[in-house]
T-cell receptor
Framework: AQSVAQPEDQVNVAEGNPLTVKCTYS??????LFWYVQYPNRGLQFLLK??????LVKGSYGFEAEFNKSQTSFHLKKPSALVSDSALYFC????????????FGTGTSLTVIP | GAGVSQTPSNKVTEKGKYVELRCDPI?????LYWYRQSLGQGPEFLIY????????DSGLPNDRFFAVRPEGSVSTLKIQRTERGDSAVYLC??????????????FGPGTRLTVL
């Protein structure tokens, strides 16, 4: 079965410190990996995606993620966290055999402490 | 430019009633998706349209759920004989539709359905 795991429900980080939000996946075939952010009462906003090529992907608002095939991971990172980064983050995966269906993780709540 | 819009933003209904949830995708996007997000969970796939046809409805939980997209733009998710377990946020997304699961899906704000 295809699945995405976000092992941490909650991540706290001090403003200005680097942040990491973890994601691992289990899909057959070539994975396509996405990160979305959700603010309260707002829809999911696209941050970045990995399809092929360079394992380090850069996205919106200074976020980046690294695809690691051997560890089946796609962790989201940012060198210096802002209070405004506080939100709910979702990792999602699709692959060449799923058609257009995405599999989402359960989300990680990020709190950046001033 | 306009994003994906969904109406209503909130819907409260009684058990056993029929509800319709509407989605307006981004103009020009041929692919449209419905997801359901329960509290504390990630979005769960329901159905995917390519144009007017449902290309994949494997996520619909049972035959009380049905969705249409008659003109290849606006879509309506229909739920018959609602149950309390149907309470969730229903999300709609659209994508340009050219690249399969490599396409970025753009999400609407969702409709929060509460079944009393």
């Amino acid at each position: 079965a295809q699945s995405v795991a976000q092992p941490e429900d909650q991540v706290n980080v001090a403003e200005g410190n680097p942040l990491t939000v973890k994601c691992t996946y289990s899909v057959s075939g070539n994975p396509y990996l996405f990160w979305y952010v959700q603010y309260p009462n707002r829809g999911l906003q696209f941050l970045l995606k990995y399809i092929t090529g360079d394992n380090l992907v850069k996205g919106s608002y200074g976020f980046e993620a690294e695809f690691n095939k051997s560890q089946t991971s796609f962790h989201l990172k940012k060198p210096s966290a802002l209070v405004s980064d506080s939100a709910l983050y979702f990792c999602a995966a699709g692959h060449s055999n799923t058609g257009n269906q995405f599999y989402f993780g359960t989300g990680t709540s990020l709190t950046v402490i001033p | 430019g306009a994003g994906v819009s969904q109406t209503p933003s909130n819907k409260v209904t009684e058990k056993g009633k029929y509800v319709e949830l509407r989605c307006d995708p981004i103009s020009g996007h041929t692919a449209l998706y419905w997801y359901r997000q329960s509290l504390g969970q990630g979005p769960e796939f329901l159905i995917y349209f390519q144009g007017t046809g449902a290309a994949d409805d494997s996520g619909l939980p049972n035959d009380r759920f049905f969705a249409v997209r008659p003109e290849g733009s606006v879509s309506t998710l229909k739920i018959q004989r609602t149950e309390r377990g149907d309470s969730a946020v229903y999300l709609c997304a659209s994508s340009i539709g050219a690249g399969g699961s490599t396409d970025t899906q753009y999400f609407g704000p969702g409709t929060r359905l509460t079944v009393l």
